[in-house]
């Protein structure tokens, strides 16, 4: 027990350590004391209100840079950008130097803004709240006067975004830097060495692809001042990525567009060829009202807007037409004639050019050339035939009554019971039969012509009716196929449209594909 009370504990061991350490350091030194007495001596006579330089006839240099961090936000409805920036102030301060030597080798410290002075640079275009968007962070003093102050900063500026291409569009977005109250007498703006933003930690930007960040030193003397005033304006230069738009917009747009062209393969009988259309035009107005929304408001149209009214446009006339097509192939003949110009272009010329042709009957040019005469040739037939016809139906009708078959019999004989009319010594005769000697008549049992004629009209009318049927049906069938020719000629015309205004659309934009 006494052998263990003998051996030292840890907790002495340390403390025989820190002993011995602290006893290696120098005799008197001093942690921060020659900082504290730097600043005690530099901000003792100190003004920050007080321009530096050692003439006041001369202008203090900053050399000004910018860090573009991030692009946050491109705002497009409100024409705003929202960017993550660090600017680079550097100028000299002639009262802020010191030896080195008489300061234990400090060559450089940090001094809060608020208590030097610094240079009021804005940035003019700004739409934030606050105008002034940066963090006050230390400001760097080296020995020589120079002082160098990076505040970072969340900036929201003004952009006037172009819409003309949208959504293949290059847009520049201006961020304008100058100082707010001193002239370029006072205060001499200069751009770094590299004349350009820095973007060496620039993080990339999912809908936009950074171009460049080029810079420019402008001097403007105004009217009203002799004095130059400067600004710095560092202009972003962004492309859209098309890869979303692309595949969420334009394509889409073309499938509508497809739907509506293949609505005129879908036959009329079927009931859903409007119904089609009409679904579809309302899809192309959604789709236009999303665009609408994501551009600002301006009487400029953007491209895919232009491509979206051409689209919706087609659509339309295609719901046109399809009324157009629904009415032909629903007419009748007993209400609706077909004009010779309809004939001529959809039962003839039309079928013709788009290579078309009727169950049995081949279309081609020496067809129609043949047509065209055997029409005219019926004409002048059926124009001499009616002329003749009404020469021997008035030659029939009024006939003499002492020519006529069965004069001798008595006008009230049984066989004679229907009607006759005398108009003075003419007896008018409706029965179609031909004259006959009294010999042959007198065969027949009485009545018989009487039964012979109503049979003959029965006959004439059944054969009459059929006729007109099959007429009906030709000219009905004349209309169906020249709903055909129409929905065949619209879908041929609306196709082209469609591939016409995509491939205009995709060859007048500058760039087509950013990923």
């Known amino acids: 027990m006494g052998g263990e009370s003998l051996l030292p504990s840890a907790s002495q061991c340390c403390n025989f350590l820190l002993v011995l350490i602290l006893g290696s350091l120098?005799?008197?030194?001093?942690?921060g004391a020659h900082e504290r007495r730097l600043l005690n001596d530099l901000l003792a006579n100190y003004n920050k209100l007080e321009r530096p330089v050692i003439n006041e006839s001369d202008a203090v240099v900053l050399t000004f840079g910018l860090t573009l961090q991030q692009i946050i936000d491109v705002d497009e409805k409100n024409q705003l950008l929202t960017a993550n920036v660090w600017l680079n102030l550097e100028w000299t301060d002639v009262n802020l130097r010191w030896n080195e030597s008489e300061y234990g080798n400090v060559k450089d410290i940090r001094i809060p803004p608020a208590t030097i002075w610094k240079p009021d640079i804005l940035m003019y275009n700004s739409a934030s709240e606050a105008f002034d968007g940066t963090y006050p962070t230390n400001v760097v003093v080296k020995s020589d006067g120079g002082c160098s102050y990076i505040p970072p900063g969340i900036f929201k500026s003004t952009c006037k975004i172009d819409i003309t291409w949208f959504p293949f569009d290059d847009q520049n977005c201006d961020m304008k830097f100058g100082s707010w109250t001193y002239n370029g007498f006072n205060l001499d703006l200069k751009l770094?060495?590299?004349?350009?933003?820095?973007?060496?930690?620039?993080?990339?930007?999912?809908?936009w692809d950074l171009i460049g960040v080029p810079a420019k030193r402008n001097?403007?003397?105004y009217e009203c001042c002799p004095e130059p005033y400067?600004?710095?304006?560092?202009?972003?230069?962004?492309?859209r990525r098309t890869l979303y738009y692309f595949f969420n917009l334009i394509v889409p747009c073309v499938l509508i567009a497809s739907m509506a062209v293949l609505g005129f393969t879908l036959p009329p009988d079927s009931g859903e060829k409007l119904s089609l259309g009409v679904t579809i035009l309302l899809s192309l107005t959604i789709f236009?009202?999303?665009v609408s929304a994501i551009i600002p408001i301006t009487s400029d149209s953007p491209l895919i807007g232009t491509y979206f009214n051409c689209i919706m446009f087609m659509v339309a006339s295609s719901v046109v037409t399809t009324i157009m097509i629904l009415n032909y192939h629903h007419r009748l003949a007993d209400t609706h004639e077909m004009p010779e110009w309809v004939r001529v272009l959809f039962l003839q010329w039309i079928p013709w050019l788009l290579r078309m042709s009727r169950p049995g009957e081949k279309i081609t040019r020496k067809t129609i050339m043949m047509q065209n005469k055997m029409k005219e040739l019926d004409l002048k037939e059926k124009s001499s035939k009616s002329l003749l016809a009404n020469v021997l139906d008035m030659d029939d009708d009024?006939?003499?009554s002492s020519t006529l078959p069965h004069s001798h019999v008595h006008p009230h004989h049984p066989s004679h019971a229907h009607p006759q009319q005398n108009n003075g010594g003419f007896i008018r005769v409706s029965g179609t039969l031909p004259a006959q000697s009294e010999e042959t008549s007198s065969s027949f049992p009485p009545g018989a012509h009487r039964e012979l004629s109503l049979i003959l009209k029965e006959i004439k009318i059944i054969t009459d009716k059929i006729r007109d049927d099959e007429e009906s049906a030709a000219i009905e069938n004349d209309w169906k196929f020249a709903a055909m020719v129409l929905d065949r000629l619209c879908l041929i015309v609306f196709t082209l449209f469609t591939i016409v205004a995509t491939v205009a659309v995709l060859a007048a934009a500058p760039h087509v594909i950013v990923t």
């Open 288 to 290: 236009l009202n999303t």
């Open 192 to 207: 770094n060495s590299e004349e350009k933003g820095d973007t060496s930690t620039y993080i990339l930007n999912g809908e």
């Open 26 to 31: 120098p005799y008197g030194a001093e942690s």
């Open 219 to 221: 001097e403007v003397v």
């Open 230 to 239: 400067l600004d710095i304006t560092f202009i972003i230069q962004i492309r």
């Open 398 to 400: 009024f006939r003499p």
